[in-house]
């Protein structure tokens, strides 16, 4: 569950993600009713979506994972269109559940996966960075310098020195 900078709420559920207006306290969510709603009758691969993302253009990303296939579908909702126009499949995805979205300096995505590895998202598409030490991503993180820190289940916390380049040094 997040809030928008507009103040709207989004909710996941089993049954799918729904934006609820904006209230005074999320107290009050339980007497509003969703203005909109994203679910497999929609086009979603599935109606269980995580994790949620909200982007420094206040676009929304998420990400769907159906484990009797291990196939993984990942959205973004456009809140300067209110569409959820954006799907992304592609081998490196398969069989990948995306867990952590960060964002850098230069509105780069990059996703850490829950079977290890991270790839980056420019305007050309996304692109796996390669290393054999990034195992299963905990979390993603950008420091005051831009660095990119990464926890790993395989080898605890591993920098990203600088994510902007082509090659960067891990």
């Not at 709207?8 to 209230?23: K, N």
Request: with cysteine; net charge positive.
């Amino acid at each position: 569950m997040l809030q928008s900078r507009v103040g709207a709420w989004w909710v996941t559920t089993a049954e799918g993600l729904f934006r609820f207006p904006p209230v005074r306290r999320a107290t009050d969510l339980a007497k509003s009713h969703p203005e909109a709603a994203f679910t497999v009758r929609g086009g979603l691969l599935d109606n269980v979506l995580h994790p949620l993302y909200l982007d420094s253009k206040g676009d929304l990303w998420f990400a769907a994972w159906r484990a009797a296939t291990g196939a993984h579908e990942l959205y973004r909702w456009e809140s300067a269109t209110d569409t959820e126009g954006f799907h992304y499949r592609r081998p490196l995805f398969e069989a990948q559940r995306g867990n952590r979205f960060a964002e850098d300096r230069s509105g780069q995505l990059w996703i850490g996966f829950k079977e290890g590895g991270l790839v980056r998202g420019r305007s050309s598409g996304f692109a796996e960075l390669p290393h054999q030490r990034i195992g299963p991503v905990q979390g993603l993180y950008f420091d005051s310098a831009g660095r990119l820190w990464i926890s790993s289940l395989k080898s605890g916390v591993i920098c990203v020195e600088d994510p902007a380049s082509d090659q960067p040094r891990i």
